[in-house]
């Protein structure tokens, strides 16, 4: 068996030595099409375990084009930007919060939590109302805060509130030329 070089000549496999160099076999795995790509663009040798896989083109491909039937509407990306971590107010709910809080200082209000209760509607559908509210009088609110409303949501509303016991309101904030304030509309 032979073992080919980079200069056109042939080495038997297993020898260590031709006349002084010293004949190393390569311990190293052979690089991927992605691995070599990255190596040539920036000259550092990645990781053999890197994750590549033989399938990319690497570094210069051309782009990969995503399916129209995978294409995002302008609703979709419209709500994928604002989209906050499970838990976290936006700044209208944060005013609506700041709201809730006065009328506790005030005594209208017992209680009020950020996304306290969570409402089973039907097999993994779920409605998580933005506030658990509960008045001074005990009875128990989940108010639903939005700065534009979707259908979706409007039905998710509906639904809880012909299945529970609860008073749903819906809180919109009103327009700040208008003195501002919050419109509030009861399911």
Request: net charge positive; proline share 4%.
């Amino acid at each position: 068996m032979t073992k080919r070089t980079t200069w056109p000549m042939r080495v038997d496999a297993g020898t260590r030595k031709v006349g002084t160099a010293r004949v190393r076999d390569d311990s190293r795995p052979k690089m991927t099409a992605a691995q070599k790509a990255v190596f040539d663009a920036t000259g550092n040798r990645p990781h053999v375990d890197a994750g590549f896989d033989d399938i990319s083109d690497g570094l210069g491909a051309a782009p990969v084009l995503t399916p129209a039937y995978r294409q995002s509407d302008a609703k979709t990306r419209m709500q994928a930007l604002g989209r906050l971590k499970s838990g976290e107010m936006n700044k209208t709910e944060q005013r609506y919060a700041d709201h809730l809080e006065a009328r506790k200082q005030a005594g209208e209000i017992a209680w009020y939590r950020f996304e306290g209760i969570k409402f089973r509607l039907a097999d993994n559908t779920f409605y998580t109302p933005d506030f658990a509210v509960m008045l001074a009088s005990g009875q128990l609110e989940a108010h639903e805060v939005k700065g534009h409303w979707q259908d979706d949501a409007r039905v998710k509303v509906k639904v809880a509130a012909d299945q529970y016991p609860v008073r749903f309101i819906a809180v919109t904030a009103g327009r700040a030329k208008t003195g501002g304030g919050w419109k509030t509309e009861e399911f």
